[in-house]
């Protein structure tokens, strides 16, 4: 199962960089989008919360990492209003271009 990391601009200018066990988080975000808090908390745990399913149907368990990651994003957003702007710097690996 490819996994994948995704990078974060919070509206302070701070950075993170987040991991996912799983390309599904391209479904739901796009590099250099920018998302509100309230938008972007609803897009990265629906995609980890299918990420860590995808975990669970191969190997028996859910992704813990994934719900980490979760948390850590949940963790920081709380300090920003929910309409402040979250951007998306970069996604590894990229989507290949038709």
């Not at 799983?22 to 590099?31: A, F, I, Q, R």
């Not at 860590?52 to 994003?73: L, P, Q």
């Amino acid at each position: 199962m490819p996994e994948m990391t995704f990078e974060l601009q919070w509206p302070d200018g701070s950075r993170q960089r987040c991991y996912s066990p799983s390309l599904v988080m391209h479904d739901y975000l796009t590099t250099g989008a920018s998302y509100t808090v309230a938008d972007f908390l609803d897009r990265s745990a629906t995609a980890l919360a299918v990420a860590s399913d995808r975990v669970r149907a191969k190997f028996g368990f859910a992704c813990t990492s994934a719900a980490a990651t979760n948390d850590e994003i949940r963790d920081t957003a709380s300090r920003f209003p929910s309409t402040s702007l979250i951007h998306v710097t970069a996604m590894h690996p990229a989507l290949e271009q038709a």
